[in-house]
């Protein structure tokens, strides 16, 4: 069963790059699967950050796109997120999922990080 | 974007009564719908897929209707474990989309 696990700063300063990565155990990064980042400001819903394909191809919500970048490395069986020009509302849990089904549904989830955006 | 408006925000049900959430999309997203059970402190879990498939281990006592534009996630009788934040998400189009949630507790 696939295993995904979430690492990176949980403290980064306002103007900062958040930097995560997302390492997949128990099964290939190279598979018919999209990958994705999720995120859940405290107290909050969850808001879909964007997503990767092993050959690189990404998709961005519109919403962040000028701030984020999504890169796959499958030599090591991971991806990463890159979000820069952070602020206070960056703030929240991050998690990094797997879509089923090409995007969805996420049917395996890390375990979240929580960054906090903070002088 | 498609918006996804879930209601109630919360609810307060007894052990053993049945539960209904709704969630409405701002456009018809056909059956590209699914559900999520997140309880506190974890990350979220695929509940059901596809408006109305359980996900493996899945209790019954779940279920999940609704085309186009509106949708239902049902719990035939709620159990103390099932207290947790639910959450729909369209596929339908990107970028993908979640509803607010709905927080469950046990009166």
């Known amino acids: 069963q696939v295993q995904l696990q979430e690492s990176g700063p949980g403290l980064v300063k306002p103007s900062g790059t958040l930097s995560l990565t997302c390492t997949v155990s128990g099964g290939s990064i190279s598979t018919s699967n999209w990958w994705s980042w999720v995120r859940q400001p405290p107290g909050k819903g969850l808001e879909w950050i964007g997503e990767i394909y092993h050959s690189g191809s990404a998709n961005y919500n519109p919403s962040l796109k000028s701030r984020v970048t999504i890169s796959v490395d499958k030599s090591k069986n991971q991806f990463s997120l890159k979000l820069n020009s952070v602020t206070a509302a960056d703030t929240g849990v991050y998690y990094c999922?797997?879509?089923?089904?090409?995007?969805?549904?996420?049917?395996?989830w890390g375990q979240g990080t929580l960054v906090t955006v903070s002088s | 974007d498609i918006q996804m408006t879930q209601s109630p925000s919360s609810l307060s049900a007894s052990v053993g009564d049945r539960v209904t959430i709704t969630c409405q999309a701002s456009?018809?997203?056909?059956?590209?719908l699914n559900w999520y059970q997140q309880k506190p402190g974890k990350a979220p879990n695929l509940l059901i897929y596809?408006?109305?498939n359980l996900e493996t281990g899945v209790p019954s006592r779940f279920s999940g209707s609704g085309s186009g534009t509106s949708f239902t996630l049902t719990i035939s009788s709620l159990q103390p474990e099932d207290i947790a934040t639910y959450s729909c998400q369209q596929y339908y189009s990107l970028p993908l989309t979640f509803g607010g949630g709905t927080k469950v507790e046990i009166k």
């Open positions: 596809d408006v109305s």
């Open positions: 456009q018809d997203i056909s059956k590209y």
């Open positions: 999922a797997r879509g089923l089904a090409g995007s969805s549904p996420f049917d395996s």
